[in-house]
């Protein structure tokens, strides 16, 4: 007989919003892997439980390490219990390997529902839900966090990103340089905690107030691009992009493809417009 992997949402917030069963699944699990056992300890306090398994850490400095263990223990029939710090494991938390190494095992692996900041930020945004893709953490570098939106500039479904506090502004000024200033947004902060906080806004005006400082965990909530699709840039404004790209480490022939897909024009019409403000360039310093 094998045993059973049990993915448990634990409270992204309030106590009280835990799942009924996550309390008996704490009691009754063979073993629990928590992202981190401190944080476990607490909620088990608050939910006046006792666990009766073996408790050990399961986070992102070990996941890969340990994972062969706990599959090990699944194989022998154990009852797994996985639970992150908040939310549902494997979103953006320890959980995707030892799923996979579950189902490769042909191991059941179930799931306690509970929070999600994911669902919870989409449904306060008052932004539209009934379609979405969740990107989760951006690249820390600047370079790739821009290549990284501009990958979804022209997604139509609302976006929704985990940031942290201190690079809020940075990115939220990244997400207005490649969406566009005005797209609305949202950032959910705290979510169900007591210094809860929504506010809403197009890009550039969400930056200045995050320029402020913001503490908290962090939800972005960000429109999808219009049907209409991109709006006609002029060359001005295409060499202008083009330059951006190459300040951050993209080669010419790469920023110009790029900046072509963007605008939705032929790469050669963004290519003549860069040649041209080069010659412009070039005759007005021979003039000077």
Known sequence: MTGTLVLAG??????????????????????????????LRRLTQALEVQPTGRIVSYFEGNEAARTPELADALSGGARVLLVTDAGMPSVSDPGYRLVAAAVERGIKVTAVPGPSAVLTALAVSGLPVDRFCFEGFLPRKAGERLSRLREVGGERRTLVYFEAPHR?????????????????AAVCRELTKTYEEVRRGGLSELAAWAAEGVRGEITIVVEGAPESGPAELDAAELVRRVRVREEAGERRKEAIAAVAAEAGLPKREVFDAVVAAKNAERDAAGTS
């Open 10 to 39: 634990t409270p992204i917030g309030e106590v009280a919003d835990a799942p009924p069963r996550l309390a008996a699944e704490l009691a009754a699990a063979d073993v629990i892997a928590a992202e981190d056992t401190r944080r």
């Open 168 to 184: 809020l502004d940075d990115t939220l000024a990244a997400m207005a340089e490649v969406f566009g200033a005005d797209r609305r």
